[in-house]
């Protein structure tokens, strides 16, 4: 593979700054613009530790002084000969020590295509590899450790059992049929029926994480919904922390949706606060209703806020109506500091009954603690030792679902006495998803696409 070079730090003036180059000969290149202090040629530095030295543009000049490292494949990220230059990070000193390394006979790296390469050169499977980009993505430390986790091999680790058990199967059955000769003892059809029970429940398990590993990923979509001035927008401010919409005493001052990101018990939420839900003459104001209704019918959480300071109006139990056609909906009822009594009733909801009802101030913060609760309650973490071995896309869904349902196939043949070429057929259709799963026999259109989402430099 030819050499290549990319700024991995972004554009922004920052701190440090870091190129990356990958390829075979690139310690000979690098040392065109880089002169160590200690006097030794580049290829000549001990791997894997930092040099302090200068960085020279492409006409030798020096443009910086940093640290430089050099990485011998096959132990390097990508698998190759790598290096890394640690310098100021001024977007003008990186483009120029980029530049003297193109001049050198370096080309520009495309996105993603270091990790790629870690990939082509067996240092990474796709399960991995898609972790990189969940890391860089991360918006929580859940996230975060199960990205890590992931880019560990903790998926990985789950499919290889289930591989081997199915590769066992198979590798017998055309031993026996290619070798009828040789002492190779028949495959008994309990114990394929044992190899394939035991793997279409492991793949049931691991389907059974998707929730969990959309919602590390992705967050939860949560549609805050309510009667004009219930309280929504005082709800979302005080969950972000910052006044993000406008609040007034006037009914109707929403009147598009307005989205926040924000941790709520520990739970990404993909705020999304609405127009009132009311019957309006207003025409921009029935456009803003409509849009509520459409986020409330999409998102995976709904908020049904009530002005707890007032008695419930029909307008109130339409929208309690409405949220309880969502299967997770909480009840609010905001404004608690402005109530004469506490004893003020939220039992009055209709069926199907939230998941939780709370009462809280969106100004004095009273109530927040009980709707963290109820959200974490509604979306729980999991066990942490399942970190790294769930299912974040829907790649790697559509791949266990596709296997799973080739061992059920499997299965069914066995029970009803087709031939063992049957039972083979589904097994290894099943394998051909698993080994798509990790990268073993993933088109090329399918790995072209997953590195297409990384940044460049990574």
């Not at 991995?8 to 390829?23: K, L």
Request: glycine share 8%; hydrophobic share 40%.
């Amino acid at each position: 593979m030819d050499i290549i070079a990319a700024i991995a730090t972004g554009h922004s003036p920052t701190a440090i700054g870091i190129i990356r180059v990958s390829g075979e000969g690139c310690f000979a290149l690098c040392d065109q613009v880089f002169r160590a202090a200690n006097g030794r040629p580049f290829p000549e530095q001990p791997s894997h530790k930092m040099v302090f030295g200068e960085m020279l543009d492409a006409e030798s000049r020096v443009i910086d002084r940093g640290l430089a490292v050099r990485f011998p494949g096959p132990h390097s990220y990508t698998g190759e000969d790598s290096a890394e230059f640690h310098c100021h990070g001024s977007p003008v000193v990186l483009r120029e020590l980029l530049d003297a390394l193109f001049a050198a006979g370096a080309r520009q790296a495309k996105a993603g295509e270091f990790t790629q390469r870690a990939f082509l050169n067996g240092r990474l499977d796709l399960t991995q590899a898609e972790a990189v980009i969940d890391l860089i993505d991360a918006e929580t430390a859940t996230a975060a450790r199960n990205a890590a986790a992931q880019l560990d091999g903790g998926l990985r680790r789950v499919l290889e059992p289930i591989q081997d058990s199915l590769l066992d199967i198979t590798s017998r059955f055309y031993a026996v049929v290619d070798y009828p000769d040789e002492d190779i003892e028949d495959v008994k059809p309990e114990q394929v029926a044992e190899a394939l029970s035991s793997a279409e429940k492991q793949l049931s398990s691991l389907l059974a994480t998707c929730q969990r590993g959309k919602v590390l990923k992705s967050g939860v979509r949560t549609a805050i919904v309510g009667r004009p001035n219930a309280g929504k927008s005082s709800l979302l401010n005080a969950l972000a922390g910052y006044e993000r919409a406008i609040v007034t005493d006037i009914p109707g001052t929403t009147r598009d949706t307005v989205e926040e990101s924000v941790l709520c018990g520990g739970v990404l939420l993909r705020l999304i606060d609405t127009a009132g839900i009311r019957d309006t003459e207003d025409v921009v104001e029935q456009k803003g209703v409509e849009r509520s209704r459409k986020a409330l019918e999409s998102a995976d959480l709904v908020l049904a806020v009530v002005d707890g300071s007032v008695p419930l109006t029909d307008e109130d139990l339409e929208v309690l109506r409405l949220a309880a056609e969502n299967p997770r909906w909480i009840a609010v009822f905001s404004k608690c500091d402005l109530w004469d009594t506490k004893a003020h009733s939220v039992g009055i909801i209709g069926s199907p009954a939230p998941a939780a009802s709370v009462t809280l101030s969106s100004v004095t913060g009273e109530g927040l603690g009980d709707l963290e609760n109820a959200v974490a309650a509604l979306f729980p973490a999991g066990d942490p030792k399942e970190a790294g071995s769930l299912l974040t896309d829907q790649r790697q869904e559509e791949a266990v679902r596709r296997a799973r349902d080739a061992v059920r196939r499997a299965k069914d043949a066995l029970e009803n006495g087709l031939t063992p070429d049957a039972v083979l057929t589904d097994a290894e259709e099943a394998l051909d998803s698993l080994g798509e799963l990790t990268g073993r026999t993933a088109k090329e259109e399918i790995v072209s696409r997953i590195f297409s989402r990384f940044c460049v430099g990574k």
